[in-house]
């Protein structure tokens, strides 16, 4: 086939083009699963069909990346199904006594609120709303209150298919940015070391600005990759500790020449960061091989500078972050695509249901 009608495919694949064009991909999903939703309620005339387009919008508005869509996809659908059976139970309890049901909806209330306060803030949040609205004053029908579920849920599924359809990864997202740092530092560290220092205070500024808006892709980050925070954490301070070493080279480098002697450590230093920027954007962890070697010890200088000290921390910062990427980048390649772990995802429920139903 000719490559001019492959080219434009290409963004709905790979990763790179996925991330470059993430603001164009998120509202084409978003219309795409609105539409769905749209469908099925026209086509259908499902009652209370409203919930499902609320659902899909909020589901999928305003979290662009997979690890944040499907969390927040399975807490609104656990949040829903949680509140739903609490609002069912509301409705059986009234015909007992007005006080049994309001009793029940403000234990539910008060059990959300305190949860609310720890890591599943929006599922504890969405089951007493769902409750609330399921239940209502004790006047709400049961079948609308079962519509209103299957209604929610149904939303929650088309949102988690649109966004695993055309997944955008904060993984990806978060790797690009690394890896656009690691070859920021690179150019900047050759600058400095040859006292070309022009506009170094705009690459730190565009330097720290990658480093905040990786800070906050972590959690995503954490929850796509199963990886820890701990150890992505490690990689920020490493990010952090080579950003800090520049700007000092900088404030030296004004009053000292150039290292004659450090020429050959400059080009391997360069090297391994350019080599580690390129394994990250293209998944190559052979790049991450190869060990920097350890800088000269500056005691062993005649008359060691300040220079002399900076290099070998730079030095050793960049080793140290060099073999950080290689422990991490297998495991990042290893992540399936969202399509494939949402089909076994649903096989596997569907497997749970099966065997309890056989029960």
């Given at each position: 086939?000719?490559?001019?009608?492959?080219?434009?495919?290409r963004v709905?694949?790979?990763?790179?083009y996925?991330?470059?064009?993430?603001r164009h991909?998120?509202?084409a999903?978003v219309?795409?699963?609105?539409v769905?939703?749209?469908?099925?309620?026209?086509?259908f005339?499902?009652?209370?069909?409203s919930?499902?387009?609320?659902?899909?919008?909020?589901?999928?508005?305003g979290?662009?990346?997979?690890?944040?869509?499907?969390?927040?996809a399975?807490?609104r659908?656990?949040?829903s199904l949680?509140?739903a059976?609490?609002?069912?139970a509301?409705?059986?309890?009234?015909?007992?006594g007005?006080?049994l049901?309001?009793g029940?909806?403000?234990?539910i209330?008060?059990?959300?609120?305190?949860?609310?306060?720890?890591?599943g803030e929006?599922?504890a949040?969405?089951?007493?709303?769902?409750?609330v609205i399921?239940?209502?004053?004790?006047?709400?029908?049961m079948?609308?209150?079962?519509?209103r579920?299957?209604?929610?849920l149904t939303?929650?599924?088309?949102?988690?298919?649109?966004?695993?359809i055309?997944?955008?990864?904060a993984m990806?997202?978060w790797?690009f940015?690394?890896a656009?740092?690691?070859r920021?530092?690179?150019?900047?560290?050759?600058r400095?070391s040859r006292r070309?220092i022009s506009d170094?205070d705009?690459?730190?500024?565009?330097?720290?600005s990658?480093?905040?808006?990786?800070r906050?892709l972590?959690s995503a980050?954490?929850?796509?990759?199963?990886i820890?925070?701990?150890?992505?954490?490690?990689i920020?301070?490493?990010q952090?500790?080579?950003c800090s070493?520049?700007?000092?080279?900088?404030?030296v480098a004004?009053q000292?020449?150039?290292l004659?002697d450090?020429?050959q450590?400059?080009?391997?230093?360069?090297?391994?960061?350019?080599?580690?920027?390129h394994?990250?954007r293209?998944?190559?962890?052979?790049?991450?091989?190869?060990?920097?070697?350890?800088?000269?010890?500056?005691?062993?200088?005649?008359?060691p500078s300040?220079c002399?000290?900076?290099?070998?921390?730079?030095?050793?910062?960049?080793?140290?972050?060099r073999?950080?990427?290689?422990?991490?980048?297998?495991?990042l390649?290893?992540?399936?695509p969202?399509?494939?772990?949402?089909?076994k995802?649903?096989?596997?429920f569907?497997?749970?249901?099966?065997r309890?139903?056989?029960?």
């Amino acid at each position: 086939m000719d490559k001019r009608w492959q080219r434009p495919w290409r963004v709905l694949i790979v990763p790179y083009y996925l991330d470059r064009y993430a603001r164009h991909i998120h509202v084409a999903r978003v219309a795409l699963a609105f539409v769905c939703g749209l469908a099925l309620n026209v086509c259908f005339a499902i009652p209370h069909g409203s919930w499902m387009l609320v659902t899909i919008l909020i589901v999928l508005g305003g979290v662009p990346h997979w690890g944040s869509v499907r969390r927040k996809a399975l807490q609104r659908m656990g949040g829903s199904l949680l509140g739903a059976l609490a609002g069912l139970a509301a409705i059986w309890l009234l015909p007992f006594g007005a006080s049994l049901f309001y009793g029940w909806m403000l234990l539910i209330v008060a059990l959300s609120i305190w949860h609310a306060q720890g890591k599943g803030e929006y599922l504890a949040l969405l089951t007493g709303f769902t409750m609330v609205i399921v239940a209502g004053l004790g006047d709400e029908p049961m079948d609308a209150a079962l519509w209103r579920s299957f209604n929610v849920l149904t939303g929650s599924v088309i949102g988690l298919a649109a966004a695993a359809i055309l997944p955008l990864r904060a993984m990806d997202s978060w790797r690009f940015l690394l890896a656009d740092n690691l070859r920021e530092a690179a150019l900047l560290y050759s600058r400095i070391s040859r006292r070309e220092i022009s506009d170094n205070d705009d690459s730190l500024a565009q330097f720290n600005s990658r480093l905040l808006r990786m800070r906050g892709l972590l959690s995503a980050v954490a929850q796509e990759s199963g990886i820890g925070s701990r150890r992505l954490d490690a990689i920020q301070r490493s990010q952090r500790s080579l950003c800090s070493l520049l700007d000092r080279m900088w404030e030296v480098a004004h009053q000292t020449p150039p290292l004659a002697d450090a020429a050959q450590q400059r080009r391997l230093i360069v090297r391994t960061l350019m080599r580690a920027a390129h394994a990250m954007r293209f998944n190559q962890p052979a790049l991450l091989a190869e060990a920097l070697p350890p800088a000269c010890d500056p005691l062993v200088v005649l008359k060691p500078s300040s220079c002399h000290w900076l290099v070998s921390e730079f030095n050793l910062a960049v080793e140290t972050l060099r073999g950080q990427l290689q422990a991490l980048l297998p495991a990042l390649i290893a992540v399936e695509p969202p399509t494939r772990e949402l089909v076994k995802r649903m096989q596997r429920f569907g497997r749970d249901v099966g065997r309890h139903a056989r029960r």
